[in-house]
T-cell receptor
């Protein structure tokens, strides 16, 4: 499982509240990713990081921010949650430092916004 | 930007029959390509990967995929389906900017 954990695993929150999801890895991989998974859409990239304090947007980044202050942790924040952000969120790491690498995924966080 | 298209959101095959899941990519340069499997209520697991070393790639659980540049395809096959193969399968492409883009997935149903 490449030592990836996500917390919390389940969360129910209300519209307008801030939410932070945490991804933790134990193997010092440079690349980390946040995806959301929704029926009919597959996995869509929200943000990714290629090093401490180095992040970039994915295809569905609106309404989300990320931070990576140390190698092992990659945080995803919903500043003001909306019902459209109800989803399953997966964190992933990518092995290698450049070129080809394999992705390994965390167990996911199921977020419900009421 | 690169994209991945998986043909068929649901595919049903009989146990013991050939499994064929289709994936086409758009890329101006040879990409890195992947197939992942997701079992219910679990994360994604890598089945196989193409990195330009060989066009026919063998993966876990008897799956294989063939890279065809002329068709921009990377279809996943298995000669004989097993009930345990029922899952959702995702094709993905790694872009030059390190983004990894996924297709929308194909749910494979195995009929007894």
């Amino acid at each position: 499982d490449a030592g990836i954990t996500q917390s919390p695993r389940h969360k129910v929150t209300e519209t307008g509240t801030p939410v932070t999801l945490r991804c933790h890895q134990t193997e010092n991989h440079r690349y980390m990713y946040w995806y959301r998974q929704d029926p009919g859409h597959g996995l869509r990239l929200i943000h990714y990081s290629y090093g401490v304090k180095d992040t970039d947007k994915g295809e569905v980044s609106d309404g989300y921010s990320v931070s990576r202050s140390k190698t092992e942790d990659f945080l995803l924040t919903l500043e003001s949650a909306t019902s459209s952000q109800t989803s399953v969120y997966f964190c992933a790491i990518r092995t290698g430092t450049g070129g080809f690498g394999e992705q390994f995924f965390g167990p996911g966080t199921r977020l419900t916004v009421l | 930007a690169q994209s991945v298209t998986q043909l068929g959101s649901h595919v049903s095959v009989s146990e013991g029959a050939l499994v064929l899941l289709r994936c086409n990519y758009s890329s101006s340069v040879p990409p890195y390509l992947f197939w992942y499997v997701q079992y219910p209520n679990q994360g994604l697991q890598l089945l196989l990967k193409y990195t330009s070393a060989a066009t026919l790639v063998k993966g876990i659980n008897g799956f294989e995929a063939e890279f065809k540049k002329s068709e921009t395809s990377f279809h996943l096959t298995k000669p004989s389906a097993h009930m345990s193969d029922a899952a959702e399968y995702f094709c993905a492409v790694q872009q030059r900017d390190d983004k990894i883009i996924f297709g929308k997935g194909t749910r494979l149903h195995i009929l007894p």
